[in-house]
């Protein structure tokens, strides 16, 4: 596999319920970034972990928990979410210094009912 | 603070149609900019980014985008479009060196009729 994917591309979940949304890049990249794109809103940065530790946190509620447990990857940990929480969830990976663009994943389109 | 701006939220144009999509933004210095395509459902392409040195900067797909300091923005073309070429386009901006702290515009959705 090339790129950054993420897994599960859909999920559909209960406000009580606990779920993790995982991002996996294949690029050899340091940084990692969390982002979540709802309708009419720019997208948000969430969280920035680099050389696998977290230097962003953008005031997001305490309900995503992120871990990055190497450079490949990274994971979105889910529980008790609100409605206004469902949006598209998108990983980013960038190489620090190098070659600073980020290369995104497709998404995990998130929706809490 | 960094910000983006992209002043259309829809645009139309017919296929083989030019096209320029605008982006301004503010930054204290000399920024890394970049133009993102992103399709229904899917995560955002990078079309091309500018770093430094030359201001005309070719991506794929046949787009460009002309980096203007002085009027500080970063404008989208294409000289004749597609219909596979409707989709979201994002203006993001960041600061060089470091991590990506990737401010992105608003978007403008692009609409291409036959």
């Known amino acids: 596999e090339t790129g950054v994917t993420q897994t599960p591309r859909h999920l559909v979940m209960g406000m009580t319920n606990k779920k993790s949304l995982k991002c996996e890049q294949h690029l050899g990249h340091n940084a990692m970034y969390w982002y979540k794109q709802s309708a009419k809103k720019p997208l948000e940065l969430m969280f920035v972990y680099s050389l696998e530790e977290r230097v962003e946190n953008n005031s997001v509620p305490s309900r995503f928990s992120p871990e990055c447990p190497n450079s490949s990857h990274l994971f979105l940990h889910l529980h008790t979410l609100q409605p206004e929480d469902s949006a598209l969830y998108l990983c980013?990976?960038?190489?620090?210094?190098?070659?600073?663009?980020?290369?995104f994943g497709q998404g995990t389109r998130l929706t809490v009912v | 603070a960094q910000s983006v701006t992209q002043p259309d939220i829809h645009i139309t144009v017919s296929e083989g149609a030019s096209l320029e999509l605008r982006c301004n933004y503010s930054?204290?210095?000399?920024?890394?900019l970049f133009w993102y395509v992103q399709s229904p459902g899917q995560g955002l392409q990078l079309l091309l980014k500018?770093?430094?040195?030359?201001?005309l900067v070719q991506g794929i797909k046949g787009f460009e985008a002309e980096f203007k300091r002085s009027q500080s923005s970063f404008n989208l073309r294409k000289p004749s479009v597609h219909w596979s070429d409707a989709a979201e386009y994002f203006c993001?901006?960041?600061?060089?060196?470091?991590?990506?702290?990737?401010?992105f515009g608003t978007g403008t959705k692009l609409q291409v009729i036959p």
């Open positions: 500018y770093f430094s040195g030359d201001t």
């Open positions: 980013a990976s960038s190489q620090v210094g190098v070659h600073p663009e980020a290369f």
């Open positions: 993001a901006v960041a600061p060089s060196g470091g991590y990506q702290k990737v401010t």
């Open positions: 930054y204290g210095a000399t920024p890394y």
